[in-house]
């Protein structure tokens, strides 16, 4: 995304989890990239956050389990709530 528009960006500290970047941030250690997911607008107030969307490309994220996993009726809820097409239909066939 970056090369794309000619910008070289200066990286000092890199962290795969989006609570550790946000803290770089407020201790001023400069800007943060994280996922929109990751941003709570309640419990970041204190941060700017920006759309920086067209910069990168969009990406994928897939859930998982193990074949054969019974699944409790709250893991069928939490899969449910995160993507609404997964009824417990498809999870029972895909089991």
């Known amino acids: 995304a970056f090369s794309h528009r000619g910008l070289?960006?200066?990286v000092v500290f890199t962290a795969a989890d989006a609570d550790v970047?946000?803290?770089y941030v407020r201790?001023?250690?400069?800007v943060g990239i994280v996922a929109k997911m990751?941003?709570?607008t309640k419990l970041d107030s204190d941060?700017?956050?920006?759309?920086?969307?067209?910069l990168f490309e969009s990406s994928i994220t897939k859930i998982g389990f193990r074949r054969g996993t019974f699944l409790?009726?709250?893991m069928c809820d939490f899969i449910e709530?995160?993507?609404p097409h997964l009824t417990r239909e498809v999870m029972a066939k895909a089991i």
């Open 21 to 23: 970047i946000k803290t």
């Open 47 to 54: 941060l700017v956050v920006l759309d920086a969307s067209e």
């Open 38 to 40: 990751a941003v709570d």
């Open 27 to 30: 201790l001023g250690l400069g």
């Open 8 to 10: 070289t960006p200066k």
């Open 81 to 83: 709530k995160f993507a």
């Open 72 to 74: 409790r009726g709250f």
